[in-house]
DNA sequence: TCTGGGGTCCTAGGACCC
DNA sequence: TCTGGGGTCCTAGGACCC
């Protein structure tokens, strides 16, 4: 038998995190805002009972808090990111081959069942160890491709008599389940393309599934051709075990108030450039493109002003004080006086591998050796306290919350990975 | 007052080359 | 009157995902 994909992902991941230490609170309608506290990013089963709606700004369902008992959760990153490795770690003792897709789901390769019912026990059995090992509850979709996969997890997700676990092998299933899914459900059909498809009659997955994949190409795209492929069986995509590097890292984010003042917005700047920079070196990589942008609420009757500007180094580099004095004049030159801004971030691209750089004529060499040294210090004396050591660009700490700083209102403690914060039992 | 952040891939069109 | 054509590279923008 062929091999078969396995989509295993965690239900309602943020809030089924936030659930797990706080015990006391089940039952109860839970939802995690996005950073800045700005909006609903994850509902549990009671918060969506209540027609709290995915996207909706936090501000919209705070009266639901007096009325049902709404529970709400600022984003805590370190917390999902750490038990998102470790679901990882127990998933990998099921499967040679794992594509850790995103924090809450990964791809598994996994051997044909030997008989009927042998993958669903499987997937039953990956649940279960999942639960036992991180206390998460997943869902688990199982195909041929990774399109139907995604697909019988989400029918696992939304059938309840499934119980968690969908098998989508048999293709008299697999037609059944198709003809009963809007094409918007499909994975990598987004709204745009829904209204388009729609508009040449296609409007459930078993249509895109039936159609011409070559006129589908032609209309749309190879993407969607994939799809409509992967749909009807034909794997078209593998397993990203060694993902390709990264193209790009940004470091992006909404004040938590408005900023008026170039000296904020600078220090802004310049922290998103240091996080951003970290990462870079924690990848290895140098970085010759830097781009930066400012600009206004969207959504506020306030002037708008948004603008970046992008400056190429002389040579790639990942020493955070170079991109620091670069930063400074770039926002000298996109800044504008009377505007409230909402919102600034840093990206670097054109990645290098340092072991491999040309050597330029015209231009000088960074002096590495030095500057080496005290990054690679910095890194690790942040590695054990975060944010000790600082640039002066960055501002001062200790001091009054910088206004750019986001709303974390709801922040739960960082249980796993603070001493301080370590859970504590009781027992009566 | 209050609406996320971090990614990827593809395509069309312009610049440039011979 | 009559103004090449094909290939490649780059970039901006669109669409999607979680």
Redesign the pocket.
């Known amino acids: 038998m062929n091999q078969v994909i396995a989509l295993v992902?965690v239900d309602s991941?943020y809030a089924s995190v936030e659930l797990l230490f706080r015990p006391d609170l089940h039952g109860r309608p839970v939802v995690v805002?996005?950073?800045?506290?700005?909006?609903i990013?994850t509902r549990n089963l009671p918060a969506k009972a209540l027609g709290i709606k995915?996207?909706?700004?936090?501000?919209k369902v705070?009266h639901l808090v007096q009325e049902k008992g709404l529970v709400i959760f600022s984003?805590n990153t370190t917390l999902y990111g750490d038990l998102s490795r470790r679901m990882m770690i127990t998933l990998e003792s099921f499967a040679a081959e794992i594509e850790e897709?995103?924090?809450?789901?990964a791809f598994l390769t996994l051997p044909g069942g030997s008989h009927k019912g042998a993958l669903e026990e499987l997937g039953r059995e990956i649940k279960a160890r999942v639960y036992k090992d991180v206390g998460l509850p997943v869902s688990v979709g199982l195909s041929t491709t990774k399109t139907l996969a995604?697909l019988a997890s989400r029918a696992a997700k939304k059938y309840p008599k499934t119980v968690g676990v969908v098998d989508l092998t048999d293709p008299i299933r697999q037609r059944k389940l198709l003809s009963i899914t809007d094409v918007?459900d499909?994975?990598?059909?987004?709204?745009?393309?829904?209204?388009?498809l729609r508009a040449l009659g296609i409007h459930t997955a078993m249509d895109l599934a039936e159609s011409d994949p070559k006129d589908i190409?032609a209309r749309?795209?190879?993407?969607l051709?994939?799809t409509a492929r992967e749909l009807a069986g034909v794997r078209c995509t593998e397993l990203?075990t060694a993902?390709?590097?990264?193209?790009?890292?940004?470091?992006?984010?909404?004040?938590g108030?408005?900023v008026t003042d170039k000296s904020s917005l600078n220090e802004a700047l310049a922290s998103?450039t240091a996080?951003?920079t970290e990462?870079l070196r924690k990848q290895a990589r140098v970085a010759k493109s830097l781009t930066i942008f400012i600009r206004t609420?969207?959504?506020?009757n306030d002037p708008r002003y948004s603008n970046s500007l992008?400056a190429e180094l002389p040579y790639p580099c990942d020493d955070t004080s170079i991109f620091l004095g670069r930063v400074r004049v770039m926002l000298n030159k996109i800044w504008r006086d009377g505007y409230?801004y909402?919102?600034a971030?840093v990206?670097l691209s054109?990645f290098y591998d340092p072991s491999h750089l040309q050597v330029d004529l015209f231009n000088d060499q960074p002096q590495n050796g030095k500057r080496d040294t005290v990054m690679r210090l910095m890194d690790q004396i942040n590695g054990e306290t975060r944010g000790a050591l600082r640039f002066g660009s960055q501002g001062q700490r200790n001091q009054v919350a910088p206004r750019w700083q986001?709303n974390q209102s709801f922040l739960s403690p960082r249980y796993t990975t603070r001493f301080s914060d370590l859970p504590i039992a009781k027992i009566r």
């Open positions: 992902d991941m805002c996005s950073n800045n506290d700005g909006a990013i995915m996207g909706e700004p936090l501000f705070q984003s897709y995103s924090v809450d789901e995604k918007s499909v994975w990598g059909v987004g709204s745009k393309l829904t209204k388009r190409r749309f795209s190879v993407m051709e994939r990203e993902p390709e590097s990264q193209q790009q890292i940004v470091c992006s984010r909404s004040f108030s408005r998103f996080t951003a990462r609420s969207p959504f506020s992008t409230r909402a919102k971030g990206m054109d986001m």
